[in-house]
Structures are given as C-alpha cells and as structure tokens.
C-alpha cells in the first residue's frame, strides 16, 4: 500500500513515535523510506555573517546526529533508509520532501506547543499536513507525556 515513506526526524518523543510508526510500516508494506531533518535555527538576535555559519554547523552537527540516531534504529530492524538534511522552514520542507521523493505517505510527530501559543502558531506537524501532496500520519509520543494544547 505505502511504497514510498517520508519520516521528519529530529529525536523528540513525538519524532521517535513517528521513526517507529514509519519502521513498522515499511517492514509490512516493503516501503522504501527517507528520514529526513530540518535545520532551522539561526540566531535570535542581530547576526553578523559569522554567528549565522557557526549556527548552522550546530544545527547541522545535530541533524547529522538525528539522522544517524534513526539509521541505526532502522539497521537494528533491518530497514535501510535513505537519510536528507534540508534547510529551511520545517512544515513546508518537510512537505516538500515528500513531493520530491513521490511519497504515499509522510509520518510526522507531535511533541508541539501546549495551550495558547500552539492554537496561536500550529504545530509543525499540523502545517505540514496542510500542505503535503500525500497521505500524512501523525504519531504521538505513546508514553502519554505529549502536549495536547
């Protein structure tokens, strides 16, 4: 059914809910999948072209982290992955992502904001869905710990 799956990752318990979802879906479905995270961060302040760099290698080093996270994950199952570091907005690259890779399906996690800041901005999870061009499935941290807003 789901030939190609898209997982947004960046190890939070939402983003370890979806990994886990996507996992078991491609083990079933024989899925081709690509994990991908986002680097978004930049400075909260006035940056000089310096401090923008030295952001985005952080942003990076995590990302590459993540993503090795969710590889190992994945071999452990014997599931390989393809893994993609994107930069820019997280919703709308994450929905670009699964354009781009034809996907049936993009697995996403919900660990969002809680009361009136989440129904203020939405989550990630939530404008991505808006936006993608596939089938999205959003999977919550099971341990019951996420915010619900």
């Not at 393809?82 to 992502?97: F, K, N, P, Y």
């Not at 009361?115 to 959003?138: D, N, P, Q, Y």
Request: aromatic letters at 6%.
């Amino acid at each position: 059914m789901f030939q190609r799956i898209v997982v947004g990752y960046d190890d939070s318990p939402g983003a370890r809910a979806a990994l886990r979802m996507a996992l078991e879906l491609a083990a079933v479905h024989h899925s081709a999948l690509t994990v991908v995270a986002v680097e978004e961060h930049l400075p909260h302040y006035g940056p000089v072209v310096g401090d923008i760099e030295d952001e985005r290698s952080v942003g990076e080093a995590a990302c590459r982290r993540w993503l090795g996270i969710a590889a190992a994950t994945a071999e452990r199952r014997g599931i390989a992955v393809r893994a993609e570091i994107r930069s820019g907005q997280a919703a709308r690259e994450l929905a670009t992502s699964a354009v781009e890779y034809a996907a049936d399906l993009l697995i996403l996690g919900r660990s969002g904001h809680s009361g009136i800041w989440g129904r203020f901005i939405g989550s990630t999870a939530e404008k991505a869905a808006r936006h993608a061009a596939c089938s999205v499935l959003v999977a919550y941290d099971d341990d019951g710990q996420s915010n619900h807003g």
